[in-house]
Protein backbone atom coordinates (compact mmCIF):
# COMPACT_ATOMS: atom_id res chain seq x y z
CA UNK A 1 0.00 0.00 0.00
CA UNK A 2 2.74 2.44 0.83
CA UNK A 3 4.65 1.36 -2.74
CA UNK A 4 0.72 2.36 -4.39
CA UNK A 5 0.86 5.44 -2.61
CA UNK A 6 3.94 6.83 -3.58
CA UNK A 7 3.66 5.89 -7.10
CA UNK A 8 0.37 7.82 -7.24
CA UNK A 9 2.46 10.78 -5.75
CA UNK A 10 5.27 10.11 -7.77
CA UNK A 11 2.63 10.39 -11.35
CA UNK A 12 0.66 13.08 -9.41
CA UNK A 13 3.79 15.19 -8.97
CA UNK A 14 4.37 14.23 -12.63
CA UNK A 15 1.47 15.87 -14.28
CA UNK A 16 1.96 19.09 -12.59
CA UNK A 17 5.40 19.20 -13.47
CA UNK A 18 5.61 22.58 -15.75
CA UNK A 19 5.74 21.65 -19.26
CA UNK A 20 7.97 24.28 -20.90
CA UNK A 21 6.57 24.50 -24.28
CA UNK A 22 7.93 27.50 -27.31
CA UNK A 23 5.12 28.88 -28.59
CA UNK A 24 5.22 31.58 -31.83
CA UNK A 25 5.79 35.45 -30.18
CA UNK A 26 2.30 36.76 -32.06
CA UNK A 27 -0.04 33.83 -30.24
CA UNK A 28 -2.63 36.22 -28.72
CA UNK A 29 -3.21 36.18 -24.83
CA UNK A 30 -6.54 34.53 -24.73
CA UNK A 31 -6.57 31.51 -27.50
CA UNK A 32 -3.08 30.77 -25.31
CA UNK A 33 -4.77 30.77 -21.89
CA UNK A 34 -7.72 28.64 -23.86
CA UNK A 35 -4.77 26.10 -24.39
CA UNK A 36 -3.05 26.20 -20.94
CA UNK A 37 -6.25 25.76 -19.64
CA UNK A 38 -7.46 23.02 -21.72
CA UNK A 39 -4.50 21.02 -21.63
CA UNK A 40 -4.85 20.73 -17.66
CA UNK A 41 -8.08 18.67 -18.58
CA UNK A 42 -5.27 16.02 -20.07
CA UNK A 43 -2.78 16.35 -17.40
CA UNK A 44 -0.68 18.10 -18.64
CA UNK A 45 0.57 21.48 -17.13
CA UNK A 46 2.14 23.85 -19.87
CA UNK A 47 4.58 26.73 -19.35
CA UNK A 48 4.35 28.92 -22.92
CA UNK A 49 7.57 30.43 -23.83
CA UNK A 50 7.15 33.01 -26.58
CA UNK A 51 9.70 33.43 -29.21
CA UNK A 52 10.24 33.97 -33.12
CA UNK A 53 10.59 31.13 -35.17
CA UNK A 54 14.84 30.78 -35.00
CA UNK A 55 14.80 30.94 -31.25
CA UNK A 56 11.96 28.21 -30.90
CA UNK A 57 13.79 25.71 -33.22
CA UNK A 58 17.22 26.34 -31.08
CA UNK A 59 15.39 26.10 -27.83
CA UNK A 60 14.03 22.64 -28.49
CA UNK A 61 17.95 21.92 -30.19
CA UNK A 62 19.08 22.86 -26.30
CA UNK A 63 16.83 21.36 -24.24
CA UNK A 64 15.43 24.51 -23.06
CA UNK A 65 12.18 23.47 -23.85
CA UNK A 66 10.61 20.11 -23.73
CA UNK A 67 8.73 21.14 -27.08
CA UNK A 68 7.90 23.77 -29.36
CA UNK A 69 6.02 24.82 -32.07
CA UNK A 70 8.25 25.33 -35.45
CA UNK A 71 7.70 27.06 -38.32
CA UNK A 72 7.52 24.65 -41.53
CA UNK A 73 6.48 24.60 -45.41
CA UNK A 74 2.52 24.77 -44.96
CA UNK A 75 2.55 21.11 -47.13
CA UNK A 76 4.63 19.27 -44.29
CA UNK A 77 3.14 20.85 -41.03
CA UNK A 78 0.59 19.62 -38.85
CA UNK A 79 -1.23 22.43 -38.85
CA UNK A 80 -1.95 25.56 -41.42
CA UNK A 81 -2.58 28.73 -41.25
CA UNK A 82 -3.70 31.10 -44.10
CA UNK A 83 -2.25 34.69 -44.47
CA UNK A 84 -3.05 37.81 -46.22
CA UNK A 85 -2.98 41.45 -45.88
CA UNK A 86 -4.59 43.18 -43.55
CA UNK A 87 -4.92 47.30 -43.58
CA UNK A 88 -6.74 50.05 -41.70
CA UNK A 89 -9.34 50.55 -44.54
CA UNK A 90 -12.79 48.47 -45.26
CA UNK A 91 -11.76 47.05 -49.14
CA UNK A 92 -15.55 46.73 -49.20
CA UNK A 93 -16.41 44.20 -51.49
CA UNK A 94 -13.41 43.25 -52.70
CA UNK A 95 -12.55 39.03 -52.09
CA UNK A 96 -8.76 39.74 -52.46
CA UNK A 97 -5.93 42.19 -52.57
CA UNK A 98 -3.62 42.20 -55.71
CA UNK A 99 -0.18 43.39 -54.86
CA UNK A 100 0.14 44.53 -58.13
CA UNK A 101 -2.10 47.49 -56.79
CA UNK A 102 0.59 49.12 -54.96
CA UNK A 103 2.84 49.55 -57.40
CA UNK A 104 3.53 53.11 -58.16
CA UNK A 105 2.76 54.66 -61.37
CA UNK A 106 5.59 57.09 -63.27
CA UNK A 107 3.27 59.89 -61.90
CA UNK A 108 2.75 59.14 -58.57
CA UNK A 109 4.43 61.30 -56.09
CA UNK A 110 3.37 60.10 -52.86
CA UNK A 111 4.66 57.84 -50.63
CA UNK A 112 4.50 54.02 -52.20
CA UNK A 113 2.58 51.94 -49.97
CA UNK A 114 4.49 49.05 -48.30
CA UNK A 115 4.09 45.18 -47.22
CA UNK A 116 4.97 44.44 -43.56
CA UNK A 117 6.55 41.65 -42.88
CA UNK A 118 6.71 40.32 -38.92
CA UNK A 119 9.35 38.07 -37.74
CA UNK A 120 7.05 35.15 -37.42
CA UNK A 121 6.73 35.08 -41.15
CA UNK A 122 10.27 35.75 -41.83
CA UNK A 123 11.15 32.53 -43.08
CA UNK A 124 12.00 31.23 -46.57
CA UNK A 125 8.55 29.52 -47.63
CA UNK A 126 7.16 33.28 -46.65
CA UNK A 127 9.13 35.57 -47.38
CA UNK A 128 10.65 34.69 -50.50
CA UNK A 129 6.90 34.21 -52.03
CA UNK A 130 6.60 37.93 -50.62
CA UNK A 131 9.44 39.18 -52.23
CA UNK A 132 9.59 37.21 -55.45
CA UNK A 133 5.95 38.40 -55.98
CA UNK A 134 6.47 41.79 -55.50
CA UNK A 135 9.52 41.69 -57.98
CA UNK A 136 7.31 39.95 -60.63
CA UNK A 137 4.69 42.76 -60.57
CA UNK A 138 7.04 45.56 -59.96
CA UNK A 139 7.08 46.72 -56.73
CA UNK A 140 10.22 48.78 -55.39
CA UNK A 141 12.20 46.78 -52.63
CA UNK A 142 11.71 49.24 -50.25
CA UNK A 143 7.78 48.39 -50.38
CA UNK A 144 8.42 44.86 -48.78
CA UNK A 145 9.52 45.35 -45.13
CA UNK A 146 10.59 42.27 -42.79
CA UNK A 147 10.19 44.06 -39.08
CA UNK A 148 11.09 42.49 -35.96
CA UNK A 149 8.20 44.97 -33.75
CA UNK A 150 4.40 43.73 -34.97
CA UNK A 151 3.47 46.81 -32.75
CA UNK A 152 5.85 49.40 -35.13
CA UNK A 153 4.26 47.71 -38.09
CA UNK A 154 0.69 47.78 -37.05
CA UNK A 155 1.25 51.53 -36.28
CA UNK A 156 2.72 52.27 -39.51
CA UNK A 157 -0.16 50.34 -40.90
CA UNK A 158 -2.79 52.22 -39.00
CA UNK A 159 -1.00 55.64 -39.55
CA UNK A 160 -1.08 54.90 -43.73
CA UNK A 161 -2.53 52.56 -46.62
CA UNK A 162 0.01 50.29 -46.05
CA UNK A 163 -0.73 46.60 -45.38
CA UNK A 164 0.45 43.45 -43.07
CA UNK A 165 1.29 40.55 -43.81
CA UNK A 166 -0.99 38.28 -41.05
CA UNK A 167 -3.42 35.79 -40.68
CA UNK A 168 -7.44 36.55 -40.47
CA UNK A 169 -7.11 35.87 -36.51
CA UNK A 170 -4.19 39.04 -35.93
CA UNK A 171 -5.87 41.11 -38.51
CA UNK A 172 -9.10 41.02 -36.41
CA UNK A 173 -7.63 41.41 -32.85
CA UNK A 174 -5.42 44.39 -34.15
CA UNK A 175 -8.21 45.87 -35.57
CA UNK A 176 -7.66 45.44 -39.28
CA UNK A 177 -9.48 44.54 -42.25
CA UNK A 178 -8.04 41.31 -43.98
CA UNK A 179 -7.91 39.59 -47.45
CA UNK A 180 -6.32 37.04 -48.96
CA UNK A 181 -3.94 37.80 -51.60
CA UNK A 182 -4.80 37.64 -55.36
CA UNK A 183 -1.90 36.36 -57.36
CA UNK A 184 -0.50 33.64 -54.69
CA UNK A 185 -1.34 31.69 -51.64
CA UNK A 186 0.95 31.92 -48.41
CA UNK A 187 0.61 29.93 -45.40
CA UNK A 188 2.50 29.57 -42.15
CA UNK A 189 2.65 25.86 -41.29
CA UNK A 190 3.56 24.28 -37.85
CA UNK A 191 4.80 21.54 -36.51
CA UNK A 192 5.88 19.97 -33.30
CA UNK A 193 9.58 19.17 -32.42
CA UNK A 194 10.40 17.88 -28.79
CA UNK A 195 12.42 16.09 -26.75
CA UNK A 196 10.94 12.67 -27.12
CA UNK A 197 8.20 11.39 -29.49
CA UNK A 198 5.93 11.11 -26.55
CA UNK A 199 6.40 14.82 -25.74
CA UNK A 200 5.61 15.87 -29.14
CA UNK A 201 2.32 13.42 -29.40
CA UNK A 202 0.97 14.68 -26.28
CA UNK A 203 1.46 18.14 -28.18
CA UNK A 204 0.10 17.23 -31.60
CA UNK A 205 -3.27 15.95 -29.31
CA UNK A 206 -4.00 19.03 -27.99
CA UNK A 207 -6.96 20.10 -29.55
CA UNK A 208 -6.70 23.78 -29.30
CA UNK A 209 -3.53 23.83 -30.74
CA UNK A 210 -5.20 24.84 -34.30
CA UNK A 211 -7.25 27.24 -32.87
CA UNK A 212 -4.41 29.06 -30.98
CA UNK A 213 -2.04 29.32 -33.92
CA UNK A 214 -5.23 30.71 -35.93
CA UNK A 215 -5.37 27.66 -38.19
CA UNK A 216 -7.76 27.02 -40.26
Request: charged content about 30%; proline content about 9%; glycine content about 6%.
Amino acid sequence: MELAEALEHDAERARLRPFRLAVPLVTAARPLARLVADARRHDLTLDPHPAPPARRAELARTLEVRAALVAVPPDDGVWRVPLGLAGRDDPGPATAVYVETLRAGRADRGPRRRIWVEAEDDVPHVRDRITRLGDAVGLRPAQVVVTSSLVAATAEVLASADLLLCSPAQADDLGLHWRPIGEVRVARGYDVTARSRDDAHRVRALPLVGPCLGAS
